[in-house]
């Protein structure tokens, strides 16, 4: 089995995926997916006991495992994370890096600064709607190598905006605070405001103060993100495909006028697809040996 795991800044979510064996046909599936907080201080041991815990509460063991790989935007924590997977899952674990096996050309001013999350989600995006593209013309097993332009919106801590060409390359993007982040700054800088649950009213004109803040948040929000949407389709092209990932994505997709496909597991798809490519290789080198 795989277990797949991103690290962000604010939460890290693992996926353990069930892989098809050399040969075969039948599809990965997901049978189990956690998410817990990112804590950079525990020690590898201590990293160790939380893989186990999870696991045991699905039933699973460690042992299970026979490949890893990871993508992290936090750097504090990835020796400490890479010495546990070796010490638990007994595996090396692969780190989407710079010399990982992508697929994906990035065309930005400094590759080395794109985040490996962005990189992953660009992935599972091209696989999606290729996919897609190639059922809709009657042959879902022969993906096309082009599809129209797409953006991936993923609302972690920061909203990140990734923007790839039809020819599946990694244009560059935006980053925006998250809307997290915004309602904490509203909190800790006006007293008398009390913190409130974020989702969508049932009112535009509120008359309370929670409401207000609900209105302000919610569509306040909407608005950050359909304004930057309209003006990146404007330079893609109207045909545009638009996917939202990240703990609140189907919240805000829910008010947006440009966010068509909410995918909840986007990122752990794209790091299966990346081991899988990985692995591939490695067996062709072997081959060729």
């Known amino acids: ?13 693992l996926g ?16 189990a997916d ?33 490949g890893v790989i990871v993508s992290s935007v936090v750097p504090p924590v990835d020796s400490t994370l890479r010495r546990a997977l070796e010490l638990y899952c007994k595996v090396k674990p692969i780190f989407v890096e710079p010399g990982t096996r ?24 091209i696989d999606y709607v290729r996919g897609q593209s190639a059922a809709a013309a009657g042959d879902s097993s022969a ?33 925006a605070p998250g809307l997290g982040i915004s ?6 800088r006006a007293a008398r405001l009390p913190r409130i649950e974020i989702r969508k009213p049932a009112k535009v004109i509120g008359t309370g103060t929670v409401d207000n803040l609900q209105i302000g948040l919610y569509y306040g929000y909407i608005g950050l993100v359909d304004g930057i949407l309209s003006r990146m389709i404007g330079e893609l092209g109207p045909e545009t495909r638009t996917i939202a990932t990240g703990g609140l994505a189907a919240l805000i997709a829910g008010g947006s006028s440009y966010i068509s496909h909410v995918d909840e597991y986007l990122t752990l798809t ?17 081959t060729r040996s």
Request: aromatic content about 6%; hydrophobic content about 45%.
């Open 16 to 31: 353990l995926y069930r892989l098809p064996g050399v040969g075969e046909s039948t599809p990965a599936k997901l049978i």
């Open 183 to 188: 309602a904490e700054a509203l909190f800790a």
């Open 270 to 286: 794209g790091l299966r697809i990346i081991y899988e490519r990985n692995r591939e290789a490695r067996q062709h080198a072997k």
């Open 102 to 125: 992508t697929g994906l050309p990035i065309l930005t001013d400094n590759p080395l600064d794109v985040g490996a999350d962005r990189i992953v989600n660009c992935v599972a995006a």
């Open 143 to 175: 993906p096309t190598n082009t599809q129209p332009p797409i953006i991936i919106v993923d609302f972690g801590t920061a909203t990140t905006f990734d923007a790839v060409s039809p020819k599946g390359e990694f244009l560059g993007g935006a980053i």
């Open 34 to 66: 956690w998410r817990v907080t990112t804590a950079r201080n525990l020690t590898s041991d201590e990293v160790g006991i939380v893989l186990r815990d999870l696991f045991n509460l699905r039933g699973l063991e460690l042992a299970q495992v026979a």
């Open 1 to 13: 089995m795989l277990l797949a795991i991103d690290v962000g800044n604010t939460n890290t979510v």
